[in-house]
């Protein structure tokens, strides 16, 4: 399907100033305290309302006539059985955004192509519902059967060109539905180059389907067309405290104590003279070595952070020094940490992060 210009301009974002929130001149920890509830935010005025008019004319580009509602929550989501959108409540202030980052060591889609990214695999979700399109038996022979239970873990294989890639962690290999909207969300994105970066995928197939599944849909009425916000983030009574508490819990690793051999070798147990202990060597190189690892794996930094702090601990308890070039140990500490990350990746334990 040939790409049309829009029939109409995309509306056009509040331009009137952010609301002076009270709680934004918080120390964390009292802003913690706060119920989400209370926090009286909404989408008009931040730059996610610009970000949403973007998704629409993009869509309205494709001859998509379908808008997919926002409303804030406490994470990114598509509910079942309704077409919409539910986005993360920190994206809506920048001293909530800065909160999740100290919480959480990133804040998911806090930049604008970030956001961008996973607006459009919501936006696959939202019109997969409207259109009821995980029903249609060409959709189950491509993409499988959307009935497969969701797993809490899934073991991505990170060499397989069976699937797209568009958000981190391999994440269309975790389930058909997720395999749908991370197509959809590359055919949809302006200058992918979809059929040149996948000509020789085989996941280049789904592109084709999801190509002409979309001129089919090209100007017709969704058939679900419910408008309901699901969890939205003025009936969330938890407090901001209770609601990291949970999330640290979700994104934490139950990583076996395996690390001895290996930083043995990278550290040392009897140094000449005198050198920083190993931890300390960690713990000042932590910021760098989370930041490296992410990048390489597609794992969330705080899982990854869960996975140093046990390699720091380790080190506490062994005795361990850092007594060799410090450029030489950092880079040697970034590929363990890689290895053992790959390791929970690979042993199954790849949590569901959207």
Not at 52 to 58: R, S
Not at 94 to 109: I, K, S, V, Y
Not at 171 to 198: C, G, N
Not at 319 to 332: F, K, P, S
Request: hydrophobic share 35%; net charge positive.
């Amino acid at each position: 399907m040939n790409p049309r210009p829009p029939r109409k301009p995309p509306a056009r974002p509040s331009t009137r100033p952010a609301v002076d929130f009270a709680w934004a001149r918080l120390a964390d920890d009292a802003l913690l305290d706060l119920r989400l509830c209370d926090l009286g935010l909404t989408i008009e005025g931040t730059p996610l309302e610009e970000r949403i008019a973007q998704l629409y004319a993009e869509l309205d580009s494709r001859g998509i006539t379908m808008r997919p509602h926002c409303w804030l929550s406490e994470e990114w989501f598509s509910p079942d059985e309704v077409p919409g959108i539910a986005i993360p409540f920190y994206l809506a202030h920048p001293r909530l955004t800065r909160l999740e980052d100290r919480m959480m060591l990133e804040a998911e889609g806090g930049t604008r192509a970030w956001c961008m990214r996973i607006l459009r695999h919501e936006a696959g979700h939202a019109i997969d519902t409207a259109y009821r399109l995980h029903r249609r038996q060409p959709w189950q022979r491509i993409f499988g059967k959307s009935s497969r239970p969701y797993p809490d873990f899934y073991q991505p294989r990170p060499m397989s060109r069976h699937y797209v890639l568009h958000l981190n962690s391999w994440y269309a290999q975790s389930h058909p539905w997720e395999d749908f909207a991370e197509t959809f969300a590359v055919w949809l994105a302006p200058d992918s180059r979809w059929r040149t970066r996948y000509a020789r995928w085989p996941a280049l197939k789904k592109l084709q389907y999801v190509d002409e599944l979309m001129g089919q849909l090209a100007g017709r009425r969704p058939l679900v067309r419910s408008r309901k916000r699901v969890e939205p983030l003025s009936e969330v009574r938890k407090t901001l405290r209770e609601h990291y508490q949970a999330k640290q819990v979700r994104y934490s690793t139950d990583h076996p104590e395996v690390y001895d051999r290996d930083l043995r070798r990278l550290f040392s147990s009897s140094p000449r003279g005198k050198h920083e202990s190993a931890a300390t060597f960690l713990r000042r190189a932590r910021p760098d070595l989370r930041r490296t690892v992410a990048h390489w794996t597609g794992e969330h930094p705080y899982t990854i952070d869960q996975v140093l702090q046990e390699m720091i601990a380790r080190c506490r308890q062994l005795g361990l020094y850092c007594d060799r070039d410090r450029g030489e140990a950092r880079q040697d500490a970034a590929v363990l940490l890689t290895v053992q990350t790959m390791n929970y990746l690979q042993n199954g334990h790849h949590r569901f992060a959207l």
